[in-house]
């Protein structure tokens, strides 16, 4: 295995372990938890704040969440797509929740704005075929998501009465009385 591979494999396995221990974790409990020496944990990353680091800043890379999205096939039905979308943005954000409370950070710092505006274009390319059917820009949609997602994925907010992806994906195609009475868009 490469040095690469074994940082990359070796920053994997501490998110669990960061999850249920926070930062206070010692660097032997990395190593058992890993499945390595501590020596190896050593010389991959040279201290414990450096594993730790390198963990979260591999666990908040956005870029598997936007590959996640980007693999969502264009063609499938307007309700499956909207589901898979949330499935992932949730996943994301329940694991990123979790991950800060579980080091104590209080914020994290906004993504670019372009960054941003990457993901809503995802998502767009996704809902083209049935722009249609969309009663907003599907650019707007994909801000909705990710304020639905996020919405849920935080337990003090959802834990009364957690809501599947089904009731999400009603939620979010038809709002709560579907289109207005009068016929025309919502706006």
Not at 34 to 60: H, M, N, P, Q
Not at 73 to 98: H, N, W, Y
Request: hydrophobic share 45%.
């Amino acid at each position: 295995m490469s040095a690469e591979d074994r940082r990359e494999m070796i920053a994997d396995a501490v998110i669990p372990l960061l999850i249920e221990h926070g930062t206070a974790i010692t660097s032997r409990q990395i190593a058992e938890g890993v499945g390595v020496a501590e020596g190896t944990i050593f010389r991959a990353f040279g201290d414990k704040d450096s594993v730790i680091k390198a963990a979260i800043d591999k666990y908040l890379d956005p870029e598997p969440l936007r590959k996640g999205l980007a693999a969502i096939d264009a063609t499938l039905p307007l309700e499956d797509k909207v589901r898979r979308m949330l499935q992932l943005i949730r996943v994301r954000f329940s694991g990123v929740v979790r991950l800060m409370a579980a080091i104590g950070a209080t914020e994290r710092p906004a993504p670019p704005q372009d960054r941003r505006l990457e993901y809503a274009a995802i998502i767009a390319r996704a809902l083209q075929p049935d722009i249609g059917r969309l009663n907003c820009p599907p650019e707007r949609v994909a801000h909705l998501l990710r304020l639905v997602a996020f919405a849920t994925s935080v337990p003090p907010l959802n834990q009364s009465h957690p809501f599947d992806e089904d009731e999400l994906v009603q939620f979010v195609l038809y709002g709560v009385a579907g289109a207005p009475a009068d016929g025309r868009p919502a706006p």
